[in-house]
T-cell receptor
Framework: AAGVIQSPRHLIKEKRETATLKCYPIPRHDTVYWYQQGPGQDPQFLISFYEKMQSDKGSIPDRFSAQQFSDYHSELNMSSLELGDSALYFC???????????FGPGTRLTVL | EDKVVQSPLSLVVHEGDTVTLNCSYEVTNFRSLLWYKQEKKAPTFLFMLTSSGIEKKSGRLSSILDKKELFSILNITATQTGDSAVYLCAVPCSGNTGKLIFGQGTTLQVKP
């Protein structure tokens, strides 16, 4: 079965650089969620989209922005990167009116 | 504030043992509770529970929900080294956006 696809899988950036993370949800899933997971921590919600509109926003820095496109894929844009942004970034998708979220393999971002 | 608490935080057992992982929650408008397994990569969906007293089972794993006492347990029988992972419990937060609030996770190590 098709799963959530994320790219890139690994990313190394310098401080103050910009990064773009991409997420392709499971076909026919219309909701996308972004989570950040620091070392030894549980995933923290960043932002979500339903039918290409932002549906909720968590503790996402103003330096980050995201959107969902007409083909339902989503991109998380991160600017002015800081050392503390180093983490695993997961994208998850779900079908309308269901709570089960399926997670992608994640993008490991390292900021040097 | 919505909250999920898991216990124990870590557990070391030997192959063949049975383990019980606990998850308690506080959420204003409860809809469901989800269990995930995370092995150094993306959380993998295990179960979604919505009704009290109805056991969900998949192989050696089973889970049950108690909506009166606000907790769930995840049982793993005849543990194997491949069960070593972090087990995450999550609930969709109050509101309709479906973002998940995770517990701290239980790190399970199964020794040969």
């Amino acid at each position: 079965a098709a799963g959530v696809i994320q790219s890139p899988r690994h990313l190394i950036k310098e401080k103050r650089e910009t990064a773009t993370l991409k997420c392709y949800p499971i076909p026919r899933h219309d909701t996308v969620y972004w989570y950040q997971q620091g070392p030894g921590q549980d995933p923290q919600f960043l932002i979500s989209f339903y039918e290409k509109m932002q549906s909720d926003k968590g503790s996402i820095p103003d330096r980050f922005s995201a959107q969902q496109f007409s083909d339902y894929h989503s991109e998380l844009n991160m600017s002015s990167l800081e050392l503390g942004d180093s983490a695993l970034y997961f994208c998850a998708s779900s079908e309308e009116n269901t709570d089960t979220q399926y997670f992608g393999p994640g993008t490991r971002l390292t900021v040097l | 504030e919505d909250k999920v608490v898991q216990s124990p935080l870590s557990l070391v057992v030997h192959e063949g043992d049975t383990v019980t992982l606990n998850c308690s929650y506080e959420v204003t408008n409860f809809r469901s509770l989800l269990w995930y397994k995370q092995e150094k990569k993306a959380p993998t969906f295990l179960f979604m529970l919505t009704s009290s007293g109805i056991e969900k089972k998949s192989g050696r794993l089973s889970s049950i929900l108690d909506k009166k006492e606000l907790f769930s347990i995840l049982n793993i029988t005849a543990t194997q080294t491949g069960d070593s992972a972090v087990y995450l419990c999550a609930v969709p937060c109050s509101g309709n956006t479906g973002k998940l609030i995770f517990g701290q996770g239980t790190t399970l190590q199964v020794k040969p």
